[in-house]
């Protein structure tokens, strides 16, 4: 026995050695800095205890790029999860070229977010096909293209970041229904159940496990979104979102890295309470089923 | 006998070579591409040469991860002895004494030079000013006489700008009389900054007591520059706006003295001029800026290492320089003077500009208080109609970063 | 279909733009427009050093795929064997690293490679990935469905562990392998924040960083930049399309098994 402790303790050496290293350790350091003002030009490195907290719950930038945050995650989600459910109800029937049009949903999301931010970079500038869509469709669009007006610059970022989730989401929630036993919807056409009856009471609850993994995946990602911003407005026109500001606050000019540590770990702390949270308001839910 | 002797004369004399020690220093600058390299490494064998005991090895940084690398550098203790800093950088540097004070060192020079005040801090000077930079508007003449405009006019009050910029606007369609940049880090402030500083528009009282970003004169300032931008303007970023008036599109552009350069080596046939930038009812004040080199604090060699900056900024090689470059404004007074300067109109102006230029103040919290600038303008310029607002804004927010309530 | 034509255009388009010579058509001229030339692909591997991007993404990705491979293997037959190493100490910092956004560590990330001096080297953006959590994970899962009976007889037979594990368990985990290899590898690919963040010269860029910062000073050159576009969604393309079902399975798999 004692050899296999010891086989079992070298092969798993890897991923314990690269994980505290890694991950672990910048964890807790990061927890540490967050209370002092180190900056990466300065001799000396002083404990300020909370002052940082303190400080950044009345910085404009920074609350403004947390309010864009929540703008970003709750703006996206509904409409992601939503979409990607009704694309999965329709490409789970058994037609021809079903294949096709699941890789062609699907596409957007194993591209690359910096290739598809630079291409819609194209699409929505002034004189693009969004635009001219938009115009089509009787909108105005803003002068300077999409990206450059605050009341839209966002919104668009958002818009492309759905468009290219609901590929991954689609094929989750696909999973999620052929897991669904076929039996559950013999019974209910034999007691003449209808279309939407069957979706509502056997379809969606069972979705529920699903659904929650989606929300739950799909939060922790959105909060974190900073590829786009970075290519497409360098956070300019209030686009800027909470880890553009770290990013901005912390590896660029002043390199602030203690001040910022404290903001990455305020996002922390909202990230798992958030999590929590769904996952609490929706297990109770299904109890109640 | 004879042989104990030469061995002793064989290790006298190497130790005699050996205690002509090499002093080796580390220099890192900016200046990569193919026209202006040659007359660095010329330099720097030129100094070798003169200088047997000294030995410059040079790194060649870019513009797009340069100053990160310096931060790190001089935050790891890896700073190399001479280091070639952006007159916006040299705040950052000095207040954290990551530079040499060499106020005591350049004693001698502070007349022949101009520049030295964008590296005093607290009143101490930190670097010396290699090349200064400024600004001043490009004109096209073809598009002026097209617009009605005779040879002689050159626009000097804010009106001119005016009636020149809108008659060429009024030619047509593809026509604009003002190039306007979009929001670009960096860079959008040193296009409106001329105007608030032309209207004698000041950031802080004198007594630095209170922002007044949205005094009156402001208000003025960024009046014209939005007006410009709406009814004139061509809009895009700074290469965009000079590839368009390289094509011959608009009037009136800001720029420096790179683009003399763009059109030499281009071998673009416009028909241009410059000028200084206008002023209310006289010639205004355009941006200052420059390239400065410093020495390391913890440099061991700080002596040698400003033999070689005196070496690298005297006259001659500034001229030869310039001349490589195209740069227009050397801060040698003395190599300003040369007949290379006066005798090119163009050059003529960068150097008239100089001397009604102002530079951001030296202060470490600059770039947070340029990026509030830059947000304000872009507010008002690409979002609302409302002026005062978004300065009262950007004032508060000043205020705060000052620490004043 | 027409959601088909929204989903696909975008990357049509780019496809399009790529292959259009520069600084010519509007937009509504192009689609019309016979011109169509490689120029641009030309361009961005002589001038721009898109060979170099394209060789460090490859090896990079490469390493990390196969380190991944490897140790993933490893460490989760050891989770999935030998019970003691408890399964909730397994869970627990599968969820943690879930959620440790990266962000809260990139900062101390990028001191510790300065400090230890790695960075902007190879060594930056592949030691941290060496071994995915989530990778370990999934081979766990996969090990613990399969029957006990085999490694028994071998170790009966005398044969040594590392034969076992090798020789014996890894030909039948090949599927779960494959389907890890192939997440690894895209999501290495794609990367951006963290080779952004941790490497600084030319010679150390990837693809995507080197597109990221490709509109640079100048005014945005659309050609070019959906040609390099263009070369990095060629291999995702590739590999996606042959390897489908495994793609698709994988994720499956892993979201029910939540």
């Given amino acids: 026995m004692k050899w296999y402790k010891k086989t079992a303790f070298l092969l798993a050496l890897p991923w314990l050695v690269t994980f505290v290293v890694f991950w672990l350790f910048p964890l807790v350091y990061s927890f540490i800095i967050g209370f002092t003002d180190y900056e990466l030009l300065s001799d000396s490195i002083n404990w300020v205890g909370f002052e940082n907290y303190k400080t950044l719950l009345s910085d404009e930038v920074f609350l403004s790029s947390l309010s864009n945050t929540f703008i970003f995650v709750f703006g996206t989600i509904p ?63 803003p002068e300077y293209g999409f990206l450059f007006d605050k009341n839209t610059a966002l919104y668009s970022i958002m818009a492309m ?41 056997i379809t969606l609850p069972l979705l529920r496990p699903v659904a929650l993994f989606i929300l739950v995946v799909n939060s922790i990602k959105s909060f974190q979104v900073f590829q786009e911003i970075f290519v497409m407005t360098k956070g300019k026109f209030d686009t800027s979102t909470a880890v553009y500001y770290i990013y901005d606050t912390g590896l660029t000019t002043n390199f602030q890295f203690g001040y910022v540590s404290a903001a990455a770990y305020i996002l922390f702390v909202i990230i798992g309470l958030f999590s929590l949270t769904q996952f609490l308001l929706i297990r109770r839910r299904q109890s109640l089923w | 006998m004879k042989k104990i002797f030469i061995y002793f004369t064989a290790i006298f004399l190497l130790m005699i070579s050996s205690s002509i020690a090499k002093t080796s220093l580390e220099w890192w600058q900016f200046w990569t591409d193919p026209t202006i390299k040659p007359v660095i490494n010329k330099m720097i064998t030129e100094f070798e040469t003169i200088n047997p ?168 300032a960024i009046k014209l520059y939005a007006w410009l931008h709406d009814s004139c303007g061509y809009v895009d970023n700074q290469r965009g706006i000079e590839d368009a008036f390289l094509d011959g599109k608009i009037g009136f552009i800001i720029s420096g003295d790179w683009l003399l350069k763009r059109i030499e080596l281009e071998k673009r046939r416009i028909n241009f001029g410059t000028t200084l930038i206008p002023g209310p009812t006289l010639p205004g004040r355009s941006f200052l800026g420059g390239e400065f080199l410093a020495i390391s604090e913890n440099s061991k060699n700080k002596e040698a290492a400003k033999k070689f900056i005196d070496f690298i900024t005297s006259a001659e090689n ?33 150097n008239k500009q100089i001397h009604l230029a102002v530079n951001p103040p030296v202060d470490p919290d600059w770039v947070k208080i340029e990026a509030i600038i830059e947000e304000a303008v872009e507010e008002i310029i690409f979002n609302t109609d409302l002026i005062a607002e978004p300065l009262l804004d950007a004032q508060r927010k000043i205020e705060k970063i000052k620490g004043i309530e | ?97 879930l959620m440790i956004p990266a962000h809260i560590i990139i900062i101390p990330l990028y001191l510790i490679c300065l400090e230890v001096g790695i960075y902007d080297s190879y060594l930056a953006l592949i030691l941290p990935w060496l071994v995915n959590p989530i990778g370990v994970f999934l081979v766990k899962q996969y090990i613990d469905s399969l029957p006990i009976s085999m490694e028994e007889a071998a170790r009966i037979d005398g044969a040594s562990e590392l034969r076992i594990l090798f020789k014996i368990i890894m030909p039948i985990c090949k599927p779960a392998l494959a389907v890890l290899a192939i997440q690894v590898f895209f999501t290495n690919w794609n990367s951006f924040l963290f080779p952004y963040i941790l490497t600084q010269s030319d010679q150390y860029r990837t693809l995507p960083v080197a597109l990221a910062l490709f509109q640079g000073h100048q005014a945005i050159d659309w050609q070019h930049l959906m040609a390099g576009s263009t070369i990095s969604v060629i291999p995702v393309l590739v590999i996606f399309i042959l390897m489908q079902k495994q793609i698709v399975s994988g994720i499956t798999g892993g979201a029910i098994k939540q």
């Fill in chain 2, 53 to 220: 005991d000294i030995e410059i090895n040079v790194t060649d940084l870019t513009w797009s991860n340069g100053h990160e690398k310096i931060v790190i550098a001089f935050s790891s203790g890896t700073a190399p002895d001479i280091v070639e800093l952006g007159s916006d950088w040299i705040a950052q540097f000095a207040s954290k004494n990551k530079i040499a004070d060499i106020t005591k060192l350049s004693k001698n020079e502070f007349g022949d030079y101009r520049g030295w005040n964008m590296a005093t801090y607290n009143d101490k000077i930190y670097a010396k000013p290699w090349f200064l930079g400024t600004r001043v508007i490009f004109y096209n003449k073809t598009l002026l006489k097209k617009a009605g405009f005779d040879d002689s006019f050159i626009p000097y009050k804010w009106d001119d700008l005016k009636n020149g910029a809108r008659e060429i606007t009024a030619l047509g369609k593809k026509y604009y009389g003002w190039g306007s940049n979009t929001a670009e880090k960096h860079r959008l402030y040193k296009k409106f900054m001329p105007f608030f500083w032309s209207n004698k528009a000041q950031l802080f009282t004198d007594d630095n007591k209170f922002c007044v970003l949205s005094s009156i004169k402001a208000i003025e």
């Fill in chain 1, 161 to 201: 970041d759905i468009w290219m989730s609901v590929g991954y989401y689609m094929l989750i929630f696909l999973a999620g229904l052929k897991s669904i036993p076929d039996e559950l919807y013999e019974a209910a056409d034999i007691s003449g159940a209808s279309q939407s009856k069957k979706f509502f009471s």
């Fill in chain 2, 318 to 350: 500034q001229i030869e320089f310039c001349k490589a470059n195209r740069t227009a404004t050397p801060s040698s007074k003395l190599a300003s003077q040369d007949e290379y300067f006066t005798s090119n109109p163009n050059l003529l102006i960068f």
């Fill in chain 1, 79 to 141: 409409f992601t999860t939503i979409i990607s459910l009704l694309l999965a109800l329709l490409v789970n029937g058994n037609y021809k070229g079903r294949d096709f049009f699941r890789s062609a949903f699907f596409m957007p999301s194993v591209t690359s977010m910096v290739v598809i931010a630079l291409i819609f970079t194209n699409l929505y500038q002034r004189g693009g096909y969004i635009a001219m869509l938009a115009q089509m469709l009787g909108f105005t669009t």
């Fill in chain 3, 1 to 97: 279909m027409g959601i088909t034509f929204i989903m696909v255009f975008p990357l049509l388009w780019m496809f399009r733009v790529s292959l259009s010579p520069v600084g010519s058509l509007s937009i509504s001229e192009i689609w019309t427009s016979s011109s169509y030339t490689l120029s641009n692909y030309y361009d961005l591997f002589t001038s721009n050093n898109m060979g170099l991007y394209l060789f460090n993404s490859i090896l990079v990705g490469l390493i990390v795929t196969i380190s991944n491979i490897l140790f993933c293997f490893t460490v989760g037959y050891a989770f999935a064997r030998f019970q003691y190493i408890t399964n909730k100490i397994l869970f627990v910092t599968i969820i943690l690293v």
